[in-house]
Nanobody, 124 residues
């Protein structure tokens, strides 16, 4: 599964961006699809995930500001980011996997499929 991420850019603090992640064909709803981010000099960190197309889980740092949702065809995952902060600046990656269990969703090492990353910069 080759994922394609898009939608990054430069935005001022308090602004919004929407990222999208598209998989070719039709991704089974049983796939877990999510987002990670990596800032310079830091580890890749969990942002949020759609666990097997059922429930959405978020990192505490983005709860209430970011929203993950899938489109009706189930092959595109969106990350709506509102009230962005400078500390949200990072390269954002979408990821997917067909076999994750709930306890492993926040560890990037457990995802088999990745997009190429898209830069999000929050700065005035």
């Amino acid at each position: 599964v080759q994922l394609q991420a898009s939608g990054g850019g430069l935005v001022q603090p308090g602004g919004s961006l929407r990222l999208s992640c598209t998989a070719p064909g039709r991704t089974p709803s049983s796939f877990t699809m999510g987002w990670f981010r990596q800032a310079p000099g830091k580890e890749r960190e969990f942002v949020g995930t759609s666990f097997r197309g059922t429930r959405i889980y978020y990192a505490d740092s983005v709860k209430g500001r970011f929203t993950i949702f899938r489109d009706g065809a189930k092959n595109t995952l969106h990350l709506q980011m509102n009230n962005l902060k400078p500390e949200d600046t990072a390269v954002y990656y979408c990821a997917a996997d067909s076999r994750l269990i709930l306890s492993s969703i926040s560890n990037h090492a457990n995802y088999d499929y990745w997009g190429q990353g898209t830069q999000v910069t929050v700065s005035s």
